[in-house]
């Protein structure tokens, strides 16, 4: 694992509000713990053992508000995409036995979730931000998504 996987941790879990994550594989652990002085990190590989803290390391770079919800039109009809803030997997329902978060047709607003994107093992919610009607699913469920690549397209209302 290098610096720049677990930035990507230190920065899922201060989006996501996670206080503690544990990796383990083979001869390779890490912890990551928050509290009121930033993220504290230990790391065992192959014997040897280190504590740093997130503090020390640079701060990754946040994504924008709009990545989730693009205030550029799409495809100059109006639209809005909602686009997804990371690379993962896309999941249109919480579990394989629960109905999709949202449908063509569905009206949503800013805190409506519309879908789940798996990187890394966690589960993140993608909320819509912003307040309209699914026009178009862009995405097949359970299929790798890239970081800004379109999910929804969304009429404003």
Known sequence: MDLKDIKAIIDLMRKNSISE???????????????????QAASEEAGAYAVASAAALPAPVPTPAATA????????????????????????????????????GSEVNPETIVCLIEAMKVMN???AEVKGVVTHILVENAKPVEFGQPLFRIRPT
């Not at 990796?23 to 713990?33: N, P, S, V």
């Not at 109006?78 to 990371?86: A, D, F, N, T, V």
């Not at 329902?93 to 949202?102: D, G, N, R, T």
Request: aromatic content about 8%; cysteine-free.
């Open 21 to 39: 994550f544990e990796l383990e594989r083979q001869d390779f652990k890490i912890k990551l713990k928050r509290g009121n002085g930033g993220i």
């Open 69 to 104: 919800a693009a205030a550029a039109a799409a495809a100059g009809a109006g639209l809005l995409e909602i686009k997804s803030p990371m690379i993962g997997t896309f999941y249109r329902a919480p579990s394989p036995e629960s109905q999709e978060y949202v449908e063509v």
């Open 125 to 127: 919610e993608i909320k």
